[in-house]
């Protein structure tokens, strides 16, 4: 008997002042192994971050009013009572100190997505770039999918020209390395591969997303005649959420459509109109 030990590490650290990403991008998974192998996955992450700022401000105010109604005087008086009735006299002194103050601000830019060199971060387009799990279905007669162009799920990571069927009730689950965000219209699309594709049955997939990994939302089907191109595309905002960061695509195909050797939809490609940058 074979055993494979898998053992994975990650030291992960994010310096931001905001509070850390969400642990569910911390799912991990352990795929293709052999029947009664022995696996272990072993996950360390340290955030940390220090700011120290320190102030000194020293003020000194001094202030000299003098108020005056003018010189007023009194003469040729030959003891009778006198009186000089003067104008109002006031002074309004307004004395405002303004400290040191202390601002610490700090932009994070992820790999390439920082605009030209700078420390901007600007959500962008972006392919899905991480299989989580991947569940291959069979053939309609029940047999496995053995031809090797149709059952690698990591080779259509990115934008390639590869395909990976899903097969009867297969699915596949994918990632984002940053958050898949809601944007006005549909925000995956959704890449399949036919030949004769204007004559061939037709083949559907159901596309679920989720934010967790764990509270999955149906937000569409897509088909290999999608725009005549077999580019379907879906809307998050059907989920009720802003953005996800799994997208999970379920074979739906009707068999009753399709010879014995029918493997189901065929995937190429998943793309996000709008990815976050942290």
């Known amino acids: ?51 120290k700022q320190t102030t000194s401000t020293t003020n000194t105010s001094s202030v000299v009013i003098s108020s005056n109604t003018g010189l007023n005087t009194i003469k040729g008086n030959t003891g009778g009572s006198s009186s000089i009735k003067s104008g109002s006299v006031s002074s309004l002194v307004s004395i405002l100190n303004i400290g040191g103050s202390n601002q610490y601000t700090e932009s994070l830019c992820c790999d390439d997505d920082c605009n030209g060199g700078g420390d901007q971060c600007t959500p962008k387009a972006g392919w899905a770039d991480e299989i989580f799990e991947a569940n291959q279905g069979t053939l309609k007669n029940g047999d496995p999918i053995t031809d090797p162009q ?29 958050a898949v965000l809601d944007t006005v219209g549909n925000d995956i699309k959704v890449f399949e591969v036919t030949n004769d594709r204007g004559s061939y049955p037709e083949e559907k997939a159901q596309v679920e997303v989720s934010a967790d990994g ?16 077999g580019i379907g595309g879906v809307d998050i905002s059907v989920s009720g959420l802003s953005e996800v960061n799994y ?32």
């Open 1 to 51: 008997m074979k055993q494979f030990f898998v053992f994975l590490s990650a030291f992960l650290m994010f310096l931001t002042l905001v509070a850390p990403a969400s642990a569910a991008r911390n799912r991990l998974s352990i795929r293709n192994n052999g029947a009664n192998s022995k696996n272990s996955i072993n996950l360390s992450k340290h955030q940390s971050k220090t700011v």
């Open 150 to 178: 149709r059952i690698n799920p990591d080779s259509i990571l990115g934008d390639t020209n590869d395909w990976y069927s899903l097969g009867k009730n297969g699915s596949v689950e994918f990632g984002f390395k940053h």
């Open 214 to 229: 764990s509270n999955w939302f149906v937000i569409g089907e897509v088909t290999n005649n999608d725009g005549g191109d």
């Open 247 to 278: 997208i999970r695509i379920t074979d739906t195909t009707d068999y009753s459509l399709h010879s014995d050797d029918a493997d189901g939809y065929d995937l190429r490609a998943i793309y996000a109109e709008l990815v976050a940058c942290e």
